[in-house]
């Protein structure tokens, strides 16, 4: 969610990975262990929670969190609570990070040390404050100042114990003085409308016989007024403080008047002296990140530049290649372009041509694509963002079912436990493996469209470099995606891949383990599978399936998935059948010319269809063809009563019930006619319409319109055409399925992007340098310069040229914006109080002389 401003929007996010804590103080009891879990807090706010570790002082909990802010904050906290007997929570200690830190620990693993967690110190809000102070004349002719303090409103006050029922007291700090006075309860808000007054007498009423009286006046000077919100609490610890503000009545300068928003601050006690590391420590990794983006036409250069890059030769002179080649890690440059390219429906060339640049600069097969590449880290994001729903479907229910089994799996004997046996052991993890290995090789016709693209483009470039040499690479290029980047880590950690909530318990972890390993084996059609383990048990176990009929299903899985719509099915060699049952069938031909014996003709619009008309049939679909038999029996070895090349299914869409007063219908829509099929039930059809429209959605001829009810009695029953050829009135739902598209703003991704470039620009200027070398002298390479990949140095010194001039733009875009909210915003409005150090951070100090100086 973006914040709006003035024409640009803010989106901020964090991603924290909450690694272990170690050296927490033991329990005050017998046992001395702990049950501890974290929180993660927008200041008092929490908005997630690890699970449970038991007894232990150094709890691992590995588990990782993202999330869009949708709101400002100042600080983000992680508190560890303990667990008691009695089920009741209570803080071990915490650590708060103010939001202007944040960029110090970016993207690195710190321990942080806890610190006390006290209610003194537990604040957030703000509170919005008038003073005016006034001459009065008394009575008696003497004169005194009066301080008029206006209490108006508070926000985001933090809520206790589920209710928040807040109150102000305000009093005059000063020599002498104690008076406090309070506002009336506000109850059940946190963000209370108190609109109170209070005066105050800053100076003692003197008479003119000055000598009469030996006082003096007040410094109004060192006077402060302090105003401390409560919590009015029904519990017997009395109320609960919830932040404090003091104000120097210096601020109210000439003018005697001051106007401002406050945020709350702790109270300062002074006293506790906390020794180091008492409370132990917490290993976390944070990145922060704010995105300002502007309109879109702002990025148009460097967009369009950078959606170019599948079209530059050579690739390696593209924009997108040269992040890739300036960023420290290629996955920070990997995720902003895969979100960009998927946007603007582009991944596909782009990893095309990529992944076929690394090819040919590849030596030996066996090594093909098994570095951290620009190409590796794009498609693992890629089946990231695409693949998460196929992840859900395949692997969950089988992950779900292992995590709240615990049946015992351990296979080393080193590491058996005296009440397990090891063939029972055996036998439970070799019926997981095979219940995921099948599910994984069936799921072919469920991987999604953009993938298999991708697969197929992989393929291709292996074999045309590799196919002499290695018969297999097709596959293994393939393989060393699937299931060595895909299915083996979501195996491996279901929690980092959505699969689970948490990161599985030790034990569930150690069987996760050993399946993942040996489906990677599976999956990788190693020559010498049992050398693939290091461990003697790891290599007994796989003789289980050291058997052809799982390397020829794997060949089978990744033959489905490498063949794309986009070209001809018939390049995978052997039919696959991806889908076949029984359903009802008739037809609609547009010329008389049907060829299917049981689809009805139209003749002169005299025959009508029913019920009648309705045949049942068995349905067969296949890479290749759908097909329909007579009956199931008929399906093998005789010929088909009719076959429907794959390259000839314009669309498949759903009938309305109304055409033949029929439900479950849908259609098959064909050059020449249309197939009406009744399925036995909504989840059928659905499964049918799915499966057909992800084997022709690539077809070259595939239609944008169709007509969602049947052509009856003389015309489209949806649109009342008469004419039988009229183009469709409705769009067609074929495109990117609604599982995997994606929530992607191109505007923002091409911000983090300029924001990359910016970052490594000292980058790109030896990057320019190198190029110029390397035009010059054709020889050895300078060393600073050889970790750049440069094919053609020309071509990439224009690119880089054409980076440099677009960054620069962007860069005073951005300075000119900082300099005009520098002009319009006043420190101590609403959206920057007094205390906002991030805003201070953001522009420069405002003068001495503001009016909200303190």
């Known amino acids: 969610m973006a914040v709006e401003e003035e024409g640009l929007r803010i989106f901020q996010s964090v991603k924290i990975k909450i690694g272990e804590a170690k050296n927490i103080p033991p329990f005050p009891g017998p046992s001395k262990m702990r049950d501890c879990f974290c929180t993660v807090n927008l200041d008092q706010e929490e908005v997630f929670r690890t699970k449970m570790i038991e007894k232990s002082l150094s709890p691992f909990y590995g588990e990782d969190f993202y999330c869009e802010i949708p709101r400002s904050f100042r600080h983000l906290s992680f508190y560890l609570f303990d667990r008691d007997v009695f089920r009741r929570d209570s803080s071990i200690g915490k650590v708060a990070v103010k939001k202007e ?38 009575d008696s002719g003497a004169i005194c100042h009066k301080l008029a303090t206006r209490v108006l409103e508070c926000q985001g006050l933090p809520i206790v114990n589920g209710q928040c029922d807040p109150y102000a007291t305000v009093s005059l700090l000063g020599p002498s003085r104690t008076e406090a006075k309070k506002t009336k309860v506000k109850r059940k808000t946190n963000n209370p409308q108190f609109e109170e007054v209070f005066y105050f007498e800053v100076t003692r009423p003197l008479s003119y016989t000055r000598r009469q009286f030996d006082v003096e006046e007040e410094d109004v000077d060192k006077l402060a007024l302090r105003v401390d919100l409560w919590n009015a609490s029904n519990l017997k610890f009395g109320d609960e403080f919830l932040g404090e503000v003091r104000i120097p009545l210096k601020v109210l300068g000439q003018s005697g008047s001051h106007d401002a928003w406050y945020f709350l601050q702790p109270r300062d006690n002074g006293s506790k002296s906390v020794k180091v590391d008492e409370l132990g420590s917490l290993r976390l990794n944070i ?70 640049a690394e090819v040919n600069r590849t030596q030996d097969p066996n090594t093909i694509f ?38 015992p799996c351990e296979i080393d004997p080193v590491k058996l436990k005296e009440s397990e046996n090891l063939e029972t052991n055996r036998e439970n993890l070799r019926h997981y493996v095979d219940r995921i290995f099948t599910v994984i090789t069936k799921s072919g016709v469920s991987c999604p469209t953009v993938m298999c693209d991708i697969f197929f483009s992989l393929r291709e470039s292996a074999a045309t470099r590799f196919q002499a040499v290695d018969q297999d690479v097709r596959y293994t ?30 034990c569930t972890s150690r069987t996760l383990t050993l399946i993942s390993k040996t489906i990677q084996t599976l999956g990788s059609l190693a020559k010498s599978k049992s050398a693939s383990f290091k461990e003697a048990y790891m290599a007994a176990f796989y003789d289980y399936f050291n058997e052809q009929k799982y ?14 719509g986009r070209w001809d099915q018939k390049s995978i060699e052997t039919p696959i059948m991806l889908k076949e049952g029984s359903v009802k069938l008739t037809a609609k031909t547009f010329d008389g010319r049907g060829s299917c014996r049981f689809m009805i003709k139209r003749a002169q619009g005299r025959n009508r269809f029913g019920r009648k008309n309705f045949k049942k049939r068995w349905f067969r679909l296949t890479n290749h063809e759908f097909t329909y038999h007579k009956t199931k029996g008929n399906s093998k070895g005789e010929a088909a009563l009719c076959s429907i090349p794959i390259e000839n299914i314009l669309a498949v869409e759903r009938l309305e019930e109304e055409s033949f007063k029929m439900k479950n219908m849908f ?53 009342k055409l008469s004419a039988d050829t009229a183009p469709g009135c409705t769009p067609c739902t074929g495109g990117l399925p609604a599982n995997i598209q994606l929530d992607v703003d191109g505007d923002r991704e091409t911000e983090r992007i300029y924001s990359l470039f910016s970052t490594y620009m000292s980058k790109l200027v030896k990057m320019q340098e190198a190029c110029g070398s390397k035009s010059v002298y054709d020889g050895p390479e300078q060393e600073e310069y050889s970790s750049f990949v440069i094919d053609d140095p020309q071509e990439t010194y224009k690119t880089l040229k054409q980076i440099i001039s677009s960054v620069h733009t962007l860069e005073q875009e951005h300075a000119q914006y900082k300099r005009d909210k520098f002009k319009k915003t006043k420190y101590g409005s609403q959206e920057h109080p007094i205390g906002d150090k991030g805003f201070q951070c953001y522009i420069p100090q405002q003068s001495e002389s503001s009016t909200y100086s303190i």
Request: charged share 20%; aromatic share 10%; glycine share 4%.
């Open 101 to 138: 830190d944040l960029q110090k620990y970016h993207g690195k693993d710190t321990w942080f040390q806890l610190q006390h967690v006290s209610a003194d110190s537990e604040v957030q809000g703000k509170v919005h404050l008038e003073m005016r102070l006034s001459e009065v004349i008394t």
């Open 287 to 356: 990145v922060y990140t704010e995105d300002h983006v502007f309109p879109s036409e702002y990025y148009s250069p460097l967009r369009d530049l950078l959606l170019r890059s599948a079209s530059v030769e050579p690739v390696s002179a593209s924009a997108a290649h040269i992040l890739g080649e300036v960023c420290r890690e290629k996955q920070e440059a990997a995720i902003p372009l895969v979100r960009l390219f998927l946007h603007y429906g582009k991944i596909v060339p782009f990893l095309g041509a990529i992944a076929n």
């Open 370 to 407: 098994r570095g951290n590449s620009l190409t590796s880290k794009c498609i693992d994001e890629t089946m990231k963002l695409a693949g998460m729903h196929y992840l859900q479907v395949t692997l969950k229910p089988i992950i779900d079912e292992i995590c709240t089994d615990h049946k």
């Open 477 to 506: 290029a393939v393989s060393s995606f699937i299931f060595l980047r895909f299915f083996a880590p979501a195996i491996l950690s279901p929690n980092l891949f959505q699969l689970r909530p948490h990161h599985p318990d030790p």
């Open 551 to 564: 390397a020829d299903a794997v060949k089978n899985f990744l033959d489905l998935i490498s063949s794309s």
């Open 667 to 719: 259609q098959v829509i064909q050059p020449e006619r249309v197939l009406y099929i009744q399925a036995n039930n909504c989840v059928e059809a659905r499964d049918w319409i799915d499966i057909l429209t992800k084997v022709s959605q690539c077809n070259r001829k595939r239609l944008s319109t169709y007509h969602p009810s049947a052509y009856l009695y003389g015309h489209w029953l949806c649109c």
